[in-house]
């Protein structure tokens, strides 16, 4: 144990911290994409396992014809629209449940992106041939946290500004009730494939921003993606409602997303310092989402149990004569 202990070295885990606030940045952009399924729609899209990975092939491919890091990107993102519009037709049109259109959407993305990569299970650039803004060049991190930074607030900006408008308005009223929202004239079916068409759109343009990070694209990238959007979602809300509470706006509660991937990446760096295998990171994953999603309900549970209640009124009953 003594041994264990000594061979931690604390200057390890410094030096592998901005590398996963990187990696959280970017991850975080995903998480605004399920956050907007998983909380404006209540749908859990598992679809973005496969888009993520498609962001991924369409930019290393786009950058190896040639293409301009940033114009490869934008494709990206087109790419993962469209992969959502698939989800949304599926769900809408052929009334096929959200969870197995999702799990269609992917499945097909497999075949898709094993296209795209040319046949290859991944593809990779020569970083030191190609001028990437995003890198995980160790000499060039501080600026590649800056600009993910920098990314993320646009995004939280544009997505603040976007659901304040009428027609973002209709798409929040969409998942918040969608029979009064249908009597209001809404079309919820195309609210629901525009929201899934932009949820995609954010992971494939995550995909693409981590593919340029790490330097290639791999089919399998996004396995497991929903889960880790998912648990910076739910870390991130719990911890913007302990520390800000009722002074918790909109525009907050997306930052706080993006937090959640950052701390998410930070505990998997922890982790992977204390020299856990790396094979039981999914577990442990798991094993985070669920404790962070049930503290909420836990929390109201302890609130109004009747054994609190009971406690309230004695006392409330005590103080009143």
């Given at each position: 144990?003594?041994?264990?202990?000594?061979?931690?070295?604390?200057?390890?885990?410094?030096?592998?911290?901005?590398?996963?606030?990187?990696?959280?940045?970017?991850?975080?952009?995903?998480?605004?994409?399920?956050?907007?399924?998983?909380?404006?729609?209540?749908?859990?899209?598992?679809?973005?396992?496969?888009?993520?990975?498609?962001?991924?092939?369409?930019?290393?491919?786009?950058?190896?014809?040639?293409?301009?890091?940033?114009?490869?990107?934008?494709v990206s993102f087109l790419a993962g629209l469209l992969a959502g519009i698939i989800t949304g037709l599926l769900h809408t049109l052929l009334g096929i449940p959200a969870i197995l259109a999702g799990i269609l959407t992917q499945i097909s993305l497999y075949s898709i992106n094993l296209n795209i990569l040319g046949g290859k299970s991944n593809q990779a650039i020569n970083v030191n041939s190609v001028s990437l803004r995003i890198t995980s060049n160790a000499?060039?991190?501080?600026?590649?946290?800056?600009?993910?930074?920098?990314?993320?607030?646009?995004?939280?900006?544009?997505?603040?500004?976007?659901?304040?408008?009428?027609?973002?308005?209709?798409?929040?009223?969409?998942?918040?009730?969608?029979?009064?929202?249908?009597?209001?004239?809404?079309?919820?079916?195309?609210?629901?494939?525009?929201?899934?068409?932009?949820?995609?759109?954010?992971?494939?343009?995550?995909?693409?921003?981590?593919?340029?990070?790490?330097?290639?694209?791999?089919?399998?990238?996004?396995?497991?993606?929903?889960?880790?959007?998912?648990?910076?979602?739910?870390?991130?809300?719990?911890?913007?409602?302990?520390?800000?509470?009722?002074?918790?706006?909109?525009?907050?509660?997306?930052?706080?997303?993006?937090?959640?991937?950052?701390?998410?990446?930070?505990?998997?760096?922890?982790?992977?310092?204390?020299?856990?295998?790396?094979?039981?990171?999914?577990?442990?994953?798991?094993?985070?989402?669920?404790?962070?999603?049930?503290?909420?309900?836990?929390?109201?549970?302890?609130?109004?149990?009747?054994?609190?209640?009971?406690?309230?009124?004695?006392?409330?009953?005590?103080?009143?004569?």
């Amino acid at each position: 144990m003594i041994a264990y202990f000594t061979s931690l070295n604390p200057l390890a885990l410094l030096r592998a911290c901005p590398g996963g606030i990187a990696q959280g940045l970017v991850w975080g952009i995903m998480a605004l994409g399920v956050y907007l399924t998983f909380r404006m729609l209540d749908f859990a899209d598992l679809s973005v396992d496969g888009s993520m990975a498609t962001g991924g092939a369409v930019c290393i491919m786009l950058i190896m014809n040639g293409w301009n890091p940033e114009a490869a990107l934008l494709v990206s993102f087109l790419a993962g629209l469209l992969a959502g519009i698939i989800t949304g037709l599926l769900h809408t049109l052929l009334g096929i449940p959200a969870i197995l259109a999702g799990i269609l959407t992917q499945i097909s993305l497999y075949s898709i992106n094993l296209n795209i990569l040319g046949g290859k299970s991944n593809q990779a650039i020569n970083v030191n041939s190609v001028s990437l803004r995003i890198t995980s060049n160790a000499s060039l991190l501080p600026r590649t946290i800056l600009l993910l930074a920098i990314v993320c607030l646009v995004i939280i900006g544009i997505l603040y500004w976007y659901l304040g408008t009428e027609h973002g308005s209709a798409l929040r009223a969409t998942g918040n009730n969608p029979n009064m929202s249908r009597a209001q004239g809404i079309s919820t079916k195309m609210m629901t494939v525009i929201a899934l068409a932009l949820s995609n759109g954010l992971v494939a343009l995550s995909g693409g921003i981590l593919s340029q990070y790490q330097g290639f694209a791999d089919v399998n990238m996004g396995r497991g993606a929903i889960v880790i959007g998912l648990a910076a979602v739910i870390i991130g809300e719990v911890l913007g409602e302990a520390i800000l509470g009722k002074h918790l706006n909109f525009f907050l509660r997306l930052a706080f997303v993006v937090v959640g991937g950052i701390i998410y990446y930070l505990v998997y760096v922890f982790v992977l310092w204390l020299k856990f295998p790396a094979n039981d990171m999914k577990l442990l994953t798991a094993i985070v989402v669920a404790i962070f999603l049930a503290v909420p309900y836990l929390q109201g549970r302890s609130k109004s149990s009747f054994s609190k209640v009971a406690k309230r009124n004695a006392k409330n009953a005590k103080e009143g004569k």
